[in-house]
């Protein structure tokens, strides 16, 4: 692949030359620059990004970052295609970082993106706090949180209603006969899994029945951990007849528990999962999960921040977007 330099010397004109060919410039007449661009073809030569951004002094990069803290959870996943269909629609393109729930990997890609000159970033903060993500926000950057947002700052978020879902699946179990209902949540310090664990203690509270502090299991939001939390609570004296998770990955590790036991769902066990995902109706049985609207979040995240990068000045707005119990076999 060549160089700008290579380019100049096959056309046989000036590097200032295959500049201002690659900036659209007037002043370079047709035959010039049919040579200048048949040489770019033939060299395979790729202008540089940034290089051409501030030769034609544009203030736009037409990147958009996004920071996601997990890309094993499908959840993610479905955000990412909801943003990335709006902002093709828009010419920008994407920058994703999975920064694992790992503040220093975050910190690390922040200062790439940074680097790239992007015009606006999308994010699942690491927490509430997120030190280096209330610093882009005050330093002007154009950003929308999604799943969690931001304290101590003015930023568009979108959210689901967390403490709504995870009241009607425990709601739900406790009005078809579950007495002992168990919660795997996910990260403690996260809001989703503050939000989810009120819900559930709210829904034990409506339907008169007794708040466990055993039958609760914080993790670390992933499957490998839910194995070893469910296995503790079917271990336990008085082990739980039906158990509610609090997302995608720490439902398929409860799954993995309940059937190494050979137990039989839901007779044996219950079980409502927070996420309702493409597989919970191919499973053996069906499962009963609240479903939360991902796709949608991604374009209404991307929507926003095509806005503020339009409209910078504009009030900050919080959306809520409702979830939906999809009751099936599981329970």
């Known amino acids: 692949m060549g160089s700008l330099n290579d380019v100049a010397k096959k056309a046989g004109v000036s590097i ?37 951004r501030l030769r034609s002094k544009s203030v736009s990069s037409n990147l958009i970052g996004v920071l996601i803290p997990d890309i094993q959870n499908p959840f993610y996943v479905d955000v990412l295609r909801g943003i990335e269909d709006v902002t093709y629609e828009n010419n920008y393109a994407l920058i994703m970082c999975n920064f694992q729930q790992d503040e220093k990997k975050e910190k690390l890609y922040l200062d790439i993106l940074q680097s790239e000159s992007i015009d606006g970033l999308i994010a699942a903060p690491a927490h509430e706090k997120d030190a280096k993500v209330i610093s882009l926000v005050k330093e002007g950057l154009p950003i ?38 168990a919660l795997i949540s996910g990260l403690e310090q996260l809001p989703s899994s503050q939000l989810r664990d009120s819900g559930y203690r709210e829904a034990l509270k409506e339907n008169g029945l007794a708040f466990d502090p055993k039958l609760i299991k ?62 919970s109706i191919s499973l053996n ?42 009751i099936r076999s599981s329970c």
Request: proline share 5%.
């Open 16 to 52: 200032a030359t295959v500049s201002r060919v690659i900036n659209n410039g007037s002043n370079v007449n047709e035959v010039t620059r049919a040579r200048v661009l048949n040489a770019i073809k033939e060299l395979r030569y790729q202008p540089s990004r940034v290089a051409k």
């Open 218 to 279: 914080h993790g670390d939001s992933k499957h490998e951990s839910a194995v070893r939390l469910c296995d503790e609570l079917l271990s336990s004296e008085n082990p739980p007849d039906a158990i509610f998770t609090g997302n995608n990955l720490i439902t398929l590790g409860a799954l993995e528990t309940i059937h190494k036991r050979k137990l039989n769902i839901p007779e044996d066990i219950a079980i409502i999962g927070f996420d309702d995902m493409y597989w």
């Open 144 to 181: 929308v949180c999604f799943d969690r947002g931001l304290q101590g700052v003015d930023v568009d978020v979108v959210l689901v209603n967390n403490r709504e879902g995870a009241f009607k699946a425990v709601d739900y179990l406790a009005k078809v006969g579950y007495k002992r209902i």
């Open 285 to 326: 049985p069906p499962l009963t999960a609240v479903y939360q609207p991902a796709y949608e979040i991604g374009r209404r995240c991307a929507e926003l921040l095509i806005q503020r990068i339009k409209d910078p000045q504009r009030p900050s707005i919080q959306m809520i977007l409702n979830t939906q119990l999809m």
